[in-house]
């Protein structure tokens, strides 16, 4: 296990895969915004950024502790479980040639449900829905995990994805609890088709262009990706994110927990769970 340092995360850029867990956009509302978007069947809808060094996204909104709700008082946020890979980013002259992720953790890609668009003659992009600033997003930093290897038969294909909100002293399931082998694009597949998407990805719709955003930031060395979010049960479709409410994103390997005893670890207000990646926010304005 390693813990990132300010300095580390920092020097990374942000990305996230939309789309890549069946049935997450429609429940999230947002299949439409990508009605225009094209991709092969099963695939991904593309790659955005949630922090930008350098840019209009250069506050890095990482936070392992707390989710600050926007200034807006109608906000209506959600917490979105996914997978991060701690990754290299290799390049060849101005393109991308490999992504090798090296450790993984829980990550929640926190999202603002409905909002304005940033500027009147535009489409909101992806990222104006998850950057507002510092602690609006989260990553278990402090309980990254390495892999053995990112292919078929590694440890991580035993893992699974749990999230819960606790309210009031009551623990609620709010994601399902689901293996990410269930992502749709996953080991080599998704290296290879984020390499594509990094090189040609162009300004379009809710997309951005990804080449420009590692040009901007000056094509870093590293990236936190954020790998897709899980389908939500009942409650967390329908229940955002209040003040003092706790945020949990555990990623947690199958082979060791039940997800009953994983869920009876988040209830007892547990901030570490023996091979697992754990993230507990407090929810701020």
């Given at each position: ?127 104006h829905k998850k ?147 754990l993230l507990r ?5």
């Open positions: 296990m390693i813990s990132l340092t300010p300095a580390e995360l920092g020097a990374a850029i942000g990305l996230g895969v939309a789309g890549n867990f069946a049935g997450h956009l429609e429940q999230a509302g947002e299949a439409s915004d990508f009605a225009g978007v094209e991709a092969a069947d099963g695939a991904p809808k593309g790659v955005f950024p949630w922090y930008v060094r350098g840019g209009e996204l250069g506050v890095n909104p990482v936070s392992a502790t707390h989710i600050r709700l926007p200034d807006d008082p109608a906000a209506a946020c959600q917490i979105e479980p996914e997978l991060a890979l701690w990754s290299e980013v290799r390049y060849e002259g101005e393109a991308v040639a490999a992504v090798e992720p090296t450790h993984f953790g829980a990550f929640n890609d926190c999202s603002w449900r409905a909002r304005p668009a940033a500027s009147p003659s535009g489409p909101v992009k992806i990222s950057h507002w600033g510092p602690a609006s997003q989260g990553l278990a930093a402090d309980q990254l995990l390495p892999l053995d290897r990112f292919a078929a038969g590694g440890t991580l294909d035993r893992f699974r994805l749990a999230s819960f909100l606790v309210r009031d002293g009551v623990t609620h399931a709010y994601g399902e609890d689901a293996p990410v082998a269930g992502y749709g694009y996953f080991h080599g597949r998704l290296l290879g088709w984020l390499v594509e998407k990094l090189n040609t990805q162009r300004d379009a719709g809710p997309l951005e262009d990804a080449s420009a955003l590692l040009a901007a930031a000056g094509r870093p060395g590293r990236a936190v990706i954020a790998i897709g979010a899980t389908r939500y049960l009942p409650f967390g479709e329908t229940t955002f994110l209040r003040e003092g409410d706790e945020a949990v994103v555990v990623a947690y390997d199958g082979g060791v927990h039940t997800p009953a005893a994983v869920a009876e670890a988040v209830a007892s207000g547990a901030v570490r769970l023996e091979t697992a990646s926010q407090r929810v701020i304005r």
